[in-house]
């Protein structure tokens, strides 16, 4: 967020023409033998989120979509981003200044979507669990990743409008010793080297699992990706040119990321312990694209920029403890300590000579500290019809946000800096009733306390009927909350040219969804596996916070709540297997209504739609179980109401933005050695070679002009990976 506000608007590489016979052609050309190699396993899939225990993913009571370990191997994805990035209905929204990533489901923002990894919302600068970075996951001790899309307030509480997704880690392993290493080589659109700065990514993984007894496991991983930046019509951070032509820097910046984990569990009878640490250091280097005059002795001069380094550092203590209370109640508790500060330090680069004239000292601009858990109890009564389960959920946020952050001057409290505390509390209660073997029900609700909000309820009722052997159908309706961010609550910028002000008045938003799912699972006599699904959803939230104007002259803006949401999806997906073939397919329409408002001006409220495609295709070959794997999605032109100023005494009026359709597709190769202790992947993302669309919905303000350009990737990359496994 704040290298957006002190970053440009770039210009960027178009778009290509989007070739969709190729991906026909290289599906048509994939043959398939007679063993099913990916699918050969005959224990049923497990799911756990939204579960009062482990369950069977058939007989979970929501629809659970699940991402393997298997699948994000074939892609040769560098983060979750990359992996969520191929789901239909979730779009990843990217951003080059900071390298962040967010997921957007049914057209919310990230505000509205919920990141646990292993049932725990992560700490964030904005809040907790939403808005979360998904770049920041490593990919490599990922076990599965579990998503239901939908409002899940009454489980996960604030801020699960559009729905979860869960991150679960490898926690426990077959073999006595585990050790994966791994090495990625990756072009940055055509930069690449080795050695030299600003070409390439580079990235080293290594995970390790010791199985010291039947009883306890221990694992550590650490993952280390070196982004080396993009320049695109940029020219690097040595570029220097008199005339100041704004040409200095890169349109993605560099970006150095590490993480790593440490975990031990216990497992024994019907208890089961599992404490993990996890540590995140990230730098994000920002090349000023524009130089000043620095006068020397003796009548000479040289030019300066003014460049600024941005550091995160994240701590997550995780304990999650699972039990028997006597001999029937279940007991689920995660305990969590969590602490991220980000720090910025600023540097005057002598650019014509190469070096740096001076370092300011590290600044703490964005520091937050949460104490976390949640505990639920379940299996209460020794019936098979009827089961119900009580649970509780409790965090206590310290945020503090320095002035720099929010504030172009002092605020009228005197209060330069921000330093705030919230707790909230709840308890939720749902039963779950299988009144018949093809019948389930579950209604539940959710009190949520705040010393910072008014109360609030969530409710939901989930149905689910098997109708036959081969399918089911399953019925949802959910309530959830987004809580207002930071910026919304503590925002200050008022000078000369700006008066915009947080509103610490601002209450939840509220919102639901309702939806319906149908599954349907068949085997031919030729040996083929079939799955077929239709679904179709309906969100509403109401209140939703926006900046909004409160005086024209001089023109001021706060936050308040005003602007209303709706959204409905339509989605078909199609999966066929046989032998070393497998092919998936969806195809979804999602409709947009969005009732906008300035305090001056409404905008219309009709619907917009827009389609996604995607497919994917992996085919292994039996002699020399080499796996070719496809993957494509098209993402639709869609159409969205923006703000737009004749001048900077215009109020403002809504006009029908548009934003262009692209298409993504990735292949990839695999051939395992040495009975598949080693791998080398090759393959090449982004094929079509996409840097950016066009995107009017992007408005200005009553000074700035909006760009018609929004960037989302860096174009085409080529990479290897070598992988090995004792």
């Known amino acids: 967020m704040i290298l957006n506000k002190i970053l440009s608007s770039q210009k960027f590489f178009s778009m290509k023409k989007r070739t969709m016979s190729l991906l026909s052609v290289a599906i048509l050309n994939l043959a398939y033998a007679q063993r099913d190699t990916l699918n050969q396993k005959n224990i049923e899939e497990v799911v756990i989120t939204g579960q009062y225990t482990p369950q069977s993913i058939n007989k979970s009571i929501y629809k659970v979509e699940v991402i393997s ?38 057209g919310l923002s990230g505000e509205y979507t919920k990141i646990l990894i292993d049932n725990i919302p992560v700490v964030n600068d904005q809040g907790m669990g939403n808005i979360f ?31 979860v997704i869960n991150i679960i880690t490898k926690k426990d392993y077959q073999k006595k010793i585990n050790i994966n290493a791994s090495l990625q080589e990756e072009t940055v659109g055509k930069d690449y080297d080795w050695y030299k700065k600003g070409n390439g990514r580079h990235i080293q993984s290594l995970n390790i699992g010791y ?64 404490y993990k640490v996890n540590f995140l250091n990230e730098e994000i280097n920002y090349y000023d694209p524009t130089t000043k005059i620095l006068p020397l002795s003796g009548g000479e001069k040289t030019y300066t920029a003014g460049d600024k380094d941005y550091f995160t550092t994240r701590w997550i203590h995780q304990l999650n403890v699972t039990t028997k209370l006597g001999s029937r109640i279940n007991y689920n508790g995660d305990f969590s300590y969590q ?83 919230i707790f909230n509390y709840a308890n939720f209660v749902s039963a779950e009733w299988n009144p018949l073997k093809w019948l389930s029900f579950r209604p539940g609700v959710r009190l949520a306390l705040s010393d910072k909000f008014n109360s609030q309820y969530n409710y939901s ?17 959910g309530s959830a909350n987004r809580f207002p961010k930071y910026d919304e609550l503590y925002t200050w910028r008022v000078d000369a040219n700006h008066d915009i002000r947080g509103n610490e008045n601002l209450k939840p938003e509220t919102g639901y969804s309702a939806g319906a799912f149908w599954d349907y699972a068949t085997a031919t006599s030729g040996d083929w596996k079939l799955n077929a699904g239709l679904s179709g959803m309906y969100m509403d939230v109401k209140d939703r916070i926006e900046s909004v104007i409160i005086s024209n002259i001089p023109m001021k803006y706060t936050y308040l709540n005003i602007d209303n949401y709706k959204s409905i ?29 300035t305090g001056n001006t409404t905008s219309e409220d009709d619907f917009n739609y827009y389609v996604e495609v995607n497919a994917a295709a992996n085919y292994t070959l039996p002699i020399t179980n080499t796996l070719f794997a496809l993957y494509y999605k098209y993402t639709g032109r869609s159409k969205l109401y923006t703000l737009e100023f004749k001048d900077a005494s215009d109020t403002g009026h809504y006009v029908l ?70």
Do not use: C
């Open 69 to 106: 370990a298997e699948q994000i191997k074939n892609m040769a994805v560098t983060n979750v981003a990359e992996v969520l990035n191929q789901n239909l209905n979730i779009l990843i929204t990217p951003n080059s200044s900071s390298g962040d990533s967010n997921a957007n489901i049914m």
């Open 133 to 163: 970075d998904l770049t920041k996951i490593n990919v490599n001790n990922i076990e599965r990743i579990e998503i239901v899309k939908g409002s899940m307030g009454v489980e996960y509480g604030n801020n699960a409008m559009a729905g």
């Open 211 to 274: 199985k010291i007894s039947d009883n306890l496991t221990i694992t550590a991983d650490v993952n280390h990706n070196d982004f080396q930046g993009y320049q695109g019509v940029q020219k690097g951070y040595k570029f220097f040119d008199e005339t100041n032509s704004g040409q200095r820097g890169y349109e993605w910046q560099p970006k150095d990321l590490l993480i790593s984990n440490a975990a031990i569990r216990y497992a024994k009878n019907n208890t089961t312990l599992f």
């Open 339 to 421: 602490i991220q500060e980000r720090k910025s330090q600023d540097i005057l680069y002598d650019v014509p000579n190469r070096y740096v004239r001076s370092k300011e000292a590290k600044r703490t601009f964005y520091k937050s500290e949460v104490l976390y858990s949640r505990g639920m109890f379940s299996n209460f009564l020794d019936s098979e019809k009827i089961n119900f389960q009580v649970g509780y959920e409790l965090d206590r946020t310290k945020g503090f946000a320095d002035q720099s952050t929010f504030a172009d001057n002092n605020r009228p409290d005197g209060e330069g800096n921000v330093n705030r505390v």
């Open 461 to 477: 009722l989930t149905a689910r009927f098997t109708t036959s052997e081969k399918s089911n159908i399953r019925t949802i309706f």
């Open 569 to 597: 999806l339509f989605s078909g997906s199609f999966n066929a297997r046989k032998g070393n073939f497998s092919f998936n397919a969806g195809v979804s329409t999602l409709g947009i209504s969005q009732s906008l408002n």
């Open 657 to 726: 933005g548009d934003i262009g359709d692209f298409s993504m597709l990735n292949f990839t190769v695999s051939q395992p050695f040495f009975n598949n202790h080693f791998e080398l992947a090759l393959g090449v993302k982004n094929i079509f070679d996409i840097t950016s669309i066009r995107n009017t919905t992007q408005a200005g303000d009553g000074h700035n002009a909006g760009t018609d350009l929004q960037n989302l990737f860096y174009g085409r990359s080529y990479f290897a990976r070598v992988n090995y496994n004792f």
